[in-house]
């Protein structure tokens, strides 16, 4: 049996987008700093990715 992972940014509010549908947000707001890649350690250990989107 496969093990299901949840890996996702999301606000306090529970939103991934902020009111103008933007995610700018999850980079921060200093731009001199650089981030951790996360994203290619994770995706090398799995082999299914689901995405989806829900316009309300």
Do not use: C
Not at 26 to 42: A, W
């Amino acid at each position: 049996m496969k093990k299901v992972v949840l890996y996702i940014a999301v606000s306090l509010d529970g939103y991934i987008a902020d009111s103008q549908g933007l995610v700018e947000w999850i980079k921060g707001h200093d731009d001199t700093v650089e981030l951790e890649d996360t994203f290619t350690p994770f995706f090398s250990n799995i082999d299914t990715v689901i995405m989806g989107r829900k316009n309300i």
